[in-house]
């Protein structure tokens, strides 16, 4: 099987032999991996979207186009999947964690961080509604914009949209007080 | 020395689980829509079996028990008899279902064939497994 090409493990993985699909997986996980130790810049986080690009290979092969080649199906599949990585990964200090430590224990630095997150939330108290969950949800709990739209049955664009102008209210409150 | 990670074992049991349960669906599925159909089908042929019994239709087939001479004389009547009773409705619907089964059948072969493949190999993975 290992000397088969792309093409023809894809056409078996189709026809049902789900054995070739372990050889499509052995043939290219060095090289996925490599491509997205590159653009998520963590290596362990790396081969977790490996992982869930092969499981969404798998999941859409019925769908590949054959005259087209396999391995540029794969990348776009992989870099998609790294960028939305990159997207759901949480840089944000939650600011409830912060309030709800007791201020004997934290270092001035986190003392100030709390002040800051109080004015923030002051702040936010004051934005439009619909802004104001969009910003919470993002900040507060964590949640990607794909979870945020399917809370509020809203699309994804939306999402990024109220968040801006969210972002766009809150610098102009903030700037008052 | 850089340690050489392989992710093809972890990757193969999510495919397997996941491969198990859409087999399971499909195959859910495909004998549901069949079993539904064959009812409805067995349903209008005994709806039409009850109708031609309560017409006494049945008795006009007695005829080809009787003498060659008789036969020879009504046979083209009697069908014609038998055909007029017929609950054509019913059976046009009877039909349908059949069509259905049939087209059903041969559309979904190729499908078939893949999953019979799957689920073999899956077997064959799970009893490796086990083994091992």
Redesign the interface.
């Known amino acids: 099987m290992e000397t088969l090409s792309d093409e023809a493990l894809v056409r078996e993985v189709k026809a049902g032999n789900v054995a070739a699909f372990e050889d499509l997986v052995r043939r290219y996980q060095g090289k996925l991996h490599s491509f997205v130790t590159y653009v998520v810049r963590d290596h362990d986080s790396a081969w977790d979207v490996v992982q869930e690009s092969f499981i969404s290979l798998y999941k859409t092969i019925d769908r590949i186009d054959s005259s087209k080649k396999f391995s540029s199906y794969l990348f776009s599949i992989t870099r998609n999947h790294a960028i939305s990585y990159l997207r759901n990964r949480t840089p944000h200090a939650s600011l409830n964690e912060i309030a709800s430590l007791p201020s004997s224990e934290l270092p001035e630095s986190l003392v100030e961080q709390n002040e800051e997150g109080k004015k923030i939330e002051k702040a936010i108290d004051t934005i439009d509604i619909k802004y104001k969950k969009v910003i919470s949800l993002y900040y507060f709990e964590d949640l990607s914009y794909e979870e945020i739209g399917k809370c509020l049955h809203l699309p994804v664009n939306t999402i990024r949209t109220h968040l801006r102008r969210a972002k766009k209210a809150l610098r102009r409150v903030l700037i008052d007080i | 020395m850089k340690k050489r990670?392989?992710?093809?074992k972890?990757?193969?049991e999510?495919?397997?689980r996941?491969?198990e349960r859409r087999s399971k669906r499909w195959l859910t599925i495909f004998w549901g829509i069949a079993i539904l159909v064959t009812i409805f089908l067995g349903g209008s042929l005994l709806q039409a079996y009850i109708i031609l019994s309560e017409r006494r239709t049945w008795d006009l087939l007695e005829i080809f028990y009787q003498d060659r001479e008789i036969i020879t004389e009504f046979w083209q009547d009697t069908l014609l008899m038998f055909w007029a009773e017929l609950p054509q409705n019913t059976l046009l619907w009877g039909s349908g279902f059949a069509l259905f089964l049939v087209g059903y059948w041969i559309f979904t072969r190729h499908q078939r064939?893949?999953?019979?493949?799957?689920l073999a190999?899956?077997a064959k993975?799970k009893n490796s497994s086990n083994n091992s």
């Open positions: 990670v392989d992710i093809t972890s990757v193969m999510r495919i397997v996941f491969e064939q893949i999953m019979k493949r799957r190999e899956l993975r």
